[in-house]
């Protein structure tokens, strides 16, 4: 492993790994399905601490380069197409899309196993029939009360609607909106959104974003009654609204009577001890549609978003678009129905959040020692 960590160099150490693994993945070097070499075999043959290993390493995890396995090691999930931009560019990795064979989430197999030999034994020949269009009512009632207790979003189970990720549910918000519409997206975004919108034969109108969210003179110029957003993490830029930005947003919907598609896919797995505010429900005269996925928080494989309709919204999506059926199996929503209820999905949660935190702690300590 012929990697230089140059001293001088302003960039911290970790960074400077953290690039030289990057390069090596984009080349082909560690291709798609492989082992990286273990972190203490990195630290002895570039003379860092396993810390600053370990801190690289959870960093290319966090942007989709790789993924551990837990007591196995971290395994390449990259795909050159998966990405926006390249390094240079200062691109990052987007949501993870599938992986290799035999890798699997941090998500404990243990307790997804023991679900669904519980579902099958609880539920018997229920497994076997067709699903409600919206999704079947243990799941969407779940979804309720776990909103209810993480976000303190209070809605009715007919709010919530069932589909097969969050890309499906693009598809779905702009058949709603039809194809007269014009949506401001961010720029930049994740490049999915806009091919999603597009196809569906809406435009797009793309405004800049600054440190805070999108620039406010964009938002005052576009002509758009339409806005989608990332307020958390938003990909690829990184940003994530204050409080401020979003109530310009909520302002801004309720001066053109205009509709927020708000898609937090990253929201729950923040460090912070402060969960974070999402608009739906900010504004009881703003419409917002809420997004979310299953896909980031328990494993690439799981393929289920949600999507939360306002209240004014509910009668004229069932009337527009209430025959679609569902695009996830009745099986799949009863096992994260019995996850949600269980606790087994919050605690996952928080294990989560507190390696995270706790790493992020340590490196605080150590990173004027690794330079």
């Known amino acids: 492993m012929n990697y230089e960590i140059d001293k001088n160099d302003r960039s911290p150490a970790y960074?400077?790994?953290?690039?030289?693994?990057?390069?090596?993945?984009i080349a082909g070097v560690y291709p798609y399905g492989s082992k990286?070499?273990?972190?203490?075999?990195?630290?002895?043959?570039?003379?860092?601490?396993?810390?600053?290993?370990?801190?690289?390493?959870?960093?290319?995890?966090?942007?989709?380069?790789?993924l551990g396995r837990e007591r196995s090691g971290s395994f390449v999930i990259y795909k050159g197409d998966d990405f926006l931009g390249d390094l240079a560019a200062g691109g990052l990795n987007e949501a993870v899309k599938e992986t290799p064979a035999g890798i699997t989430s941090e998500f404990p197999f243990s307790v997804i196993a023991k679900t669904m030999r519980r579902v099958i034994l609880d539920y018997g020949e229920r497994i076997m029939i067709k699903s409600p269009n919206h999704g079947c009512p243990?799941?969407?009632?779940?979804?309720?009360?776990?909103?209810?207790?993480?976000?303190?979003?209070?809605?009715q189970p007919a709010q919530v609607i069932i589909g097969s990720g969050t890309e499906y549910l693009y598809g779905l918000i702009a058949q709603l909106l039809g194809t007269d519409s014009v949506i401001a997206i961010e720029d930049p975004?994740?490049?999915?959104?806009?091919?999603?919108y597009e196809a569906m034969g809406l435009k797009c109108d793309l405004l800049k974003m600054n440190k805070d969210g999108i620039a406010t003179e964009e938002l005052k110029k576009t002509?758009?009654?339409?806005?989608?957003i990332t307020p958390f993490n938003s990909y690829p830029s990184g940003v994530t609204a204050d409080i401020s930005k979003k109530k310009e947003y909520l302002r801004w919907a309720k001066q053109r009577n205009g509709l927020i598609i708000e898609d937090n896919y990253d929201s729950e797995l923040t460090v912070s001890r402060k969960v974070e505010e999402p608009l739906f429900g900010m504004d009881a005269d703003v419409n917002v549609i809420y997004l979310n996925t299953f896909t980031r928080t328990l494993a690439p494989s799981v393929r289920v978003g949600y999507m939360l309709l306002p209240l004014r919204l509910v009668d004229t999506f069932n009337k527009k678009l209430g025959f679609y059926s569902c695009t996830v199996p009745i099986f799949d929503q009863f096992v994260l129905a019995e996850l949600l209820k269980s606790g087994d999905f919050e605690r996952h949660l928080n294990r989560v959040r507190r390696k995270r935190r706790n790493t992020a702690g340590t490196f605080a300590v150590d990173k004027n020692a690794i330079k």
């Open 36 to 66: 990286l070499p273990s972190k203490r075999i990195i630290s002895e043959e570039t003379g860092l601490s396993v810390i600053t290993v370990e801190h690289a390493v959870m960093l290319l995890a966090d942007e989709g380069y790789v």
């Open 15 to 25: 960074i400077q790994l953290y690039r030289y693994l990057v390069k090596d993945i």
């Open 223 to 228: 002509g758009a009654s339409v806005l989608h």
């Open 138 to 155: 243990e799941l969407r009632g779940e979804i309720c009360r776990y909103l209810a207790r993480s976000r303190g979003i209070v809605i």
């Open 189 to 196: 975004s994740y490049k999915i959104i806009r091919k999603v």
